[in-house]
Nanobody, 120 residues
Framework: QVHVVESGGGLVQPGGSQILSCAAT????????VAWYRQVRGNRREIVAR???????LYGESVEGRFTISGDNVENTTYLQMSSLKPEASAVYYC??????????????WGQGTQVTVAS
């Protein structure tokens, strides 16, 4: 069983910064990629940033240059550093690491998400 927990959300003023954290624990055999997604109620979940084991880095067009994804492979922790935040960044942010738990396949494990609200 793999558990994913996001933290660090909250109310941020426009133009401000916030750092989100994601911790994955449990039966983790290997991690292929780590990623952050966000979802506004009623909309589809969209990818914000993704980093693969092979070094491929992807950012959503709306956040490139302002958000940075990083991680600690030893602790299976992933971070999303957000700066110059805009109100349209308000959403529930989810961490979705692509993990092999020994069951035979890779899958994305989801946490409960953390709400980020950008407002004055």
């Amino acid at each position: 069983q793999v558990h994913v927990v996001e933290s660090g959300g909250g109310l941020v003023q426009p133009g401000g910064s916030q750092i989100l954290s994601c911790a994955a624990t449990g039966r983790i055999v290997a991690v292929n990629a780590v990623a952050w997604y966000r979802q506004v109620r009623g909309n589809r979940r969209e990818i914000v940033a993704r980093f693969t084991k092979k070094g491929q880095l992807l950012y959503g067009e709306s956040v490139e240059g302002r958000f940075t994804i990083s991680g600690d492979n030893v602790e299976n922790t992933t971070y999303l550093q957000m700066s110059s935040l805009k109100p349209e960044a308000s959403a529930v942010y989810y961490c979705g690491p692509d993990i092999h738990d020994g069951s035979g396949s890779w899958q994305i494990f989801w946490g409960q998400g953390t709400q980020v609200t950008v407002a004055s």
